[in-house]
């Protein structure tokens, strides 16, 4: 299971550098939302996940650490907020170029 986690992890996190080395605005949107994927995912595993433990100390020998959990869905939500920033950003820039590339020689323009 471990290896499965860190394949995924590190799938993710290949992905992700990936499309943020594209000359375009939207794949580097992508990227950027793979690799927050992927750290997630390395958070939430971080945890040490235990089946069937709830996170409330007392109700069981072994509670599971809620503090994982938390930073996860705290992430979720800067993510999003921070794609959302990033989308307005890049549809304006799209708007005012005519383009969506992101390099910046004037050559080309």
Not at 49 to 73: E, F, S, Y
Request: glycine share 8%; aromatic share 6%; hydrophobic share 60%.
């Amino acid at each position: 299971m471990e290896a499965l986690l860190a394949s995924a992890i590190g799938l993710l996190t290949a992905v992700g550098i990936y499309l943020m080395l594209r000359l375009r605005t939207f794949p580097v949107i992508l990227g950027l939302t793979f690799l927050s994927y992927a750290v997630n995912v390395f958070i939430f595993v971080s945890g040490r996940l235990a089946v069937n433990a709830a996170p409330i100390v007392g109700t069981i020998d072994t509670p599971a650490d809620p503090l994982p959990q938390a930073l996860v869905l705290t992430a979720i939500v800067i993510s999003f907020g921070m794609t959302a920033v990033i989308m307005i950003m890049a549809i304006g820039g799209h708007l005012q170029a005519g383009h969506d590339r992101i390099d910046l020689d004037e050559d080309q323009a």
